[in-house]
């Protein structure tokens, strides 16, 4: 079975420091993407950022990367500069390349508050 | 920027009542997708659809679930007769390609839905 684990239920930053939300995985596939979803308090569901697994080089979108180590089905979120706009919940899914439906399964999620 | 939308944004049903949740998905995305979050859960999925039939369902989505595709612009979710465990966020989403395509999935702003 697929399953992805956000092993922090909750996590603190003060404004403008760095945080790492960490996030592993289960799979047997060899080619998949993986996903970070950030929902805030309105609920909506926000792509932040993806990685694409046989791309060996990390993603990076703005203030936010991920340190991506397909050995250890291993994907953690960096936010730097952190913003009260960061404050949300964050989730990290997985979905398998090729297949029918490509439904994506999500951890349970971690929860960033940013300090001011 | 194109966007799901999703009505409405919050539905209140008695035990029993019959409750359609609607989803326009974005215009040219062939691929769609209904997914629950029960308050302080992670968000799981309940079915996908392509080409007018379901092509995936998960074990939540049992015979009073439905789903149809009714004039090519909507996307609905029937639930025939709500139970209290039905209350949750009801997301819906898009993608536009399947096999060797992109695989992000557009999230709508969910449909908050309250049985009592």
């Known amino acids: 079975a697929q399953t992805v684990t956000q092993s922090q239920p909750e996590m603190s930053v003060q404004e403008a420091e760095t945080v790492t939300l960490s996030c592993t995985y289960d799979?047997?596939?060899?080619?998949?993407?993986l996903f970070w979803y950030k929902q805030p308090p309105s609920r909506q569901m926000i792509l932040v950022i993806r990685?694409?697994?046989?791309?060996?080089q990390n993603a990076t979108e703005n203030r936010f990367s991920v340190n991506f180590q397909k050995a250890a089905k291993s994907f953690s979120l960096k936010i730097s500069d952190s913003q009260l706009g960061d404050t949300a919940m964050y989730f990290c899914?997985?979905?398998?390349?090729?297949?029918?439906?490509?439904?994506?399964?999500f951890g349970t999620g971690t929860l960033l508050a940013v300090q001011p | 920027e194109p966007e799901v939308t999703q009505t409405p944004s919050h539905q209140v049903t008695q035990m029993g009542q019959e409750v359609i949740l609607r989803c326009v998905p974005i215009s040219n995305h062939l691929y769609f997708y209904w997914y629950r979050q029960i308050l302080g859960q992670k968000v799981e999925f309940l079915v996908s659809f392509y080409n007018n039939e379901i092509s995936e369902k998960s074990e939540i989505f049992d015979d009073q679930f439905s789903v149809e595709r009714p004039d090519g612009s909507n996307f609905t979710l029937k639930i025939r007769s709500t139970k209290l465990e039905d209350s949750a966020m009801y997301f819906c989403?898009?993608?536009?390609?399947?096999?060797?395509?992109?695989?992000?999935?557009?999230f709508g702003p969910g449909t908050r839905l309250t049985v009592t």
């Open positions: 989403a898009s993608k536009l390609l399947g096999s060797g395509g992109t695989y992000e999935q557009y």
């Open positions: 799979t047997s596939e060899n080619n998949y993407y």
């Open positions: 990685q694409e697994a046989y791309k060996q």
């Open positions: 899914a997985f979905v398998p390349y090729g297949g029918a439906t490509n439904k994506l399964i």
